[in-house]
Structures are given as C-alpha cells and as structure tokens.
C-alpha cells in the first residue's frame, strides 16, 4: 500500500488517501505513475503526489494544509510563527535561534523573539531530600 497527497492548483494537500499494492505495482516494483493514473481514473483529479508515511522521500508525510514544494520535491507543513526559519535539510519549521542548554527552563516568546527564562515561582521553599 501506498499513501497519496491530493493538491489544489496551488500544490496545497486537501486530502490523503491510500492506493493497494494491486493498484500500483508494476514488475514487482512500486510504480507512482501507476498510482497516480489509478487515482486519476477513479477520481478524475489530476494532480496527485506520493507521500511516504515514514518520511522515506519527500522529507515529511503530507498532511491536509501542508504544501508540496516541487523545488525542494518535499511536503512542508504550515508556517505557524512568524518567527520560524525553514531548515532545507528537514523542510521543517524551526525557532530562528536555538534554545539555550545551560539547564534553565526556557519558553518561546514571539513577541521579543527570543528564549526567556521560566520565572522560578515566589515564596516556594525547595524540598531538599536526604
């Protein structure tokens, strides 16, 4: 079996759906020409991307909103900060600078784009163990 992303005109994932092995295979061997000829017979829509559920090719699995990047032959999710940067290898969406690691808690603010520290909260005795 073999998963399939569905694009609109502008290569936006509206659908996932899934095609046998009976329906794409050709001399034992996977064929996304053949599955997308079987899709477009079945549906009569035309633009029609593999995607890999493990990631395999195409960097990411395509997910309904995400978008296929034919540049980059990758599925891209949704930007959803401002503030994040595409990592080319991944096709992920990053902070645009890395977390400190000098074992404080952090959190993301958009708003100063930057990592602030966790407030430690007032007035709360630290249990020391023994």
Known sequence: MAHFAKLDENNVV???VVVSNTDLIVNGVESEAKGIEFLV??????????TSYNSNFRKNYASIGSTYDAQRDAFIA???LASW???????QWEY???C??????????EVSVDWLE?????????????
């Open 14 to 16: 509206t659908d996932v």
């Open 41 to 50: 017979s079945l549906t009569g829509h035309t633009n029609w991307k593999q």
């Open 78 to 80: 949704p930007k959803t």
């Open 85 to 91: 940067v595409l990592n080319e290898d991944t096709c």
């Open 96 to 98: 645009c600078k890395p």
């Open 100 to 109: 400190p690691t000098d074992g404080r808690q952090y959190y993301w603010n």
């Open 118 to 130: 966790v407030p430690k909260p007032k007035g709360v005795t630290p249990v020391v163990t023994l």
